[in-house]
């Protein structure tokens, strides 16, 4: 079974300062790997995907992220990081062979950036 | 704004009532997805549809839960005789079947259910 964790619950970073929010994951096959942040009463918005290829993957706002197959992780980071960066942020995971089209979501990351 | 749609946003009811909420797709995907996220967790998920098509159900879906896309467009979630433990934020995601799976999922806003 494909499962996806998240071990902090909440990350704090000075305003400028570069963060790193873990996730790390399980699955049969090869994985594809997902960010998404959340805002207060908001949907889901998409970050950044990692599916094949460069295992460092740039996505939306600065963001990016480290695909690493032996430690089974995919670390989301930003060199500097913006009071506006405050939010929820979700890692999400879908492999295996068998519900192709599922995602896994973990239980997510508050973050917290102070000025 | 051509994103995903979900009326209502908020929804009071008492325990017992029945419930539907409704989702509206980006025009041009074919795949919709019903969450039900509850505070402090990630989604879970709940159903995919490809076009009209009900392809998946997660065991959470009891039988008291229904969902539809008859036209392979907008669809609906129905939760009856609800119970308060169906107290969450339900969320309708979509995407383009693109090449294999890895096109990523694109939220509404999600519709608040709260049990009295």
């Known amino acids: 079974a494909q499962s996806v964790a998240q071990p902090e619950d909440q990350v704090n970073v000075a305003e400028g300062n570069p963060l790193t929010v873990k996730c790390t994951y399980s699955?049969?096959?090869?994985?594809?790997l997902f960010w998404y942040v959340q805002y207060p009463n908001r949907g889901l918005q998409f970050l950044l995907k990692y599916i094949t290829g460069d295992n460092l993957v740039k996505g939306s706002y600065g963001f990016e992220a480290e695909f690493n197959k032996s430690q089974t992780s995919f670390h989301l980071k930003k060199p500097s990081a913006l009071v506006s960066d405050s939010a929820l942020y979700f890692c999400?995971?879908?492999?295996?062979?068998?519900?192709?089209?599922?995602?896994?979501f973990g239980s997510g990351t508050r973050l917290s950036i102070r000025p | 704004d051509t994103g995903v749609s979900q009326n209502p946003r908020h929804k009071i009811t008492k325990r017992g009532q029945n419930v539907t909420f409704r989702c509206d797709p980006i025009?041009?995907?074919?795949?919709l997805y019903w969450y039900r996220q509850t505070l402090g967790q990630g989604p879970e998920f709940l159903t995919y549809f490809q076009n009209e098509a009900q392809l998946e159900k997660s065991r959470l879906l009891s039988d008291r839960f229904s969902a539809e896309r008859p036209k392979g467009s907008f669809s609906t979630l129905e939760i009856q005789r609800t119970e308060q433990g169906d107290s969450a934020m339900y969320l309708c995601?979509?995407?383009?079947?693109?090449?294999?799976?890895?096109?990523?999922?694109?939220f509404g806003d999600g519709t608040r259910l709260s049990i009295l």
């Open positions: 699955v049969s096959g090869n994985p594809y």
């Open positions: 025009s041009e995907h074919n795949r």
């Open positions: 995601a979509s995407s383009s079947a693109g090449t294999g799976d890895n096109q990523p999922q694109h």
């Open positions: 999400a995971v879908r492999g295996g062979y068998s519900s192709a089209s599922k995602i896994i």
